[in-house]
């Protein structure tokens, strides 16, 4: 039971981590002539996409979790919250009794928390000084975005068309009347964002790795739903692919809100001993 109780926990720690692997600070000039794209603007399109994002500062959502992984299949209750520029939590309980809180992630701006409610153990570093960390280069603003449904650039606040090629899903000139596809890439990775003109939204964010094409990793949305009078995904679906391992966790929003009040800075009990990183997600692979 305890095993998954913490796989789930785990599962999420790990897609957390994939999914900003690699991202670099270095950007590649995609500028193009708009004019090759004929009728479609991309300083329009980004415009519009943009104004169609959610607003608001506060987000709390309850999620059911399901995680997917070989031939395991897990689910539970929790909680997603995030404020602006500042924290994303995600809060997870236990499958059976699901008001006794498992474990909770914890990504701020500087500074990355984990607290194992189990065996009563935490990290809370930098997320310079985590090893495993520091390699994905994990980076605030991307996790940000991929769970706000926005497209990107991860090493800009706000990303600018000539940041994109546009292109169909056959790779020809973009329309109006089909999906759109956005792409941006760095050193390390390639961007697709599957964009839907007709509802002006973001479906789906694909990451792969540009040397290393089976590593892919997929942040998916439907179930489209008006929220401070934005349409906001309550179906998400993270999917990837490290390695051999394969796995996808589904958040399933129940309500969603926005509210404040929460705590944005979560304290630790002092009757929490810390742990090495590296030696807390050995044990929990091997429990």
């Not at 900003?20 to 090759?36: H, P, R």
């Not at 500087?110 to 607290?115: T, V």
């Not at 705590?263 to 692979?285: C, V």
Request: contains cysteine.
């Amino acid at each position: 039971m305890i095993k998954s109780k913490i796989k789930i926990f785990l599962l999420v720690l790990i897609a957390s981590t994939t999914l900003a692997c690699g991202t670099q600070k270095k950007m590649v000039d995609n500028a193009q002539n708009t004019a090759i794209y004929g009728d479609f603007s991309p300083q329009k399109y980004l415009k519009t996409l943009s104004n169609n994002e959610c607003k608001s500062k506060w987000i709390a959502a309850k999620i059911k979790c399901t995680i997917a992984m070989g031939d395991q299949d897990i689910s539970t209750k929790g909680e997603l919250r995030m404020k602006e520029d500042e924290v994303i939590q995600i809060i997870l309980n236990d499958p059976l009794a699901a008001i006794i809180e498992v474990g909770r992630l914890e990504f701020g701006k500087q500074n990355f928390k984990m607290l194992d409610r189990v065996n009563k153990r935490y990290i809370d570093m930098p997320y310079s000084e985590i090893e495993f960390l520091k390699k994905s280069n994990i980076n605030f603003n991307t996790l940000q975005n991929l769970f706000r449904n926005h497209v990107f650039v991860p090493a800009k606040i706000k990303p600018a068309p000539e940041d994109f090629t546009y292109s169909n899903e056959n790779g020809g000139k973009p329309s109006l009347q089909e999906n759109v596809i956005l792409q941006y890439a760095d050193d390390i990775l390639q961007y697709k964002f599957i964009t839907d003109p007709r509802t002006e939204t973001l479906n789906k964010t694909r990451i792969t790795g540009k040397k290393d094409r089976e590593s892919v990793f997929e942040f998916s949305y439907s179930d489209f739903q008006k929220f401070e009078g934005k349409p906001f995904p309550h179906d998400m679906a993270m999917s990837f692919i490290m390695g051999e391992q394969k796995a996808s966790i589904m958040f399933k929003i129940n309500s969603i809100k926005d509210k404040d009040g929460w705590t944005t800075n979560t304290n630790i009990p002092s009757r929490y001993a810390p742990i090495d990183p590296e030696k807390l997600f050995k044990s929990l692979i091997e429990k």
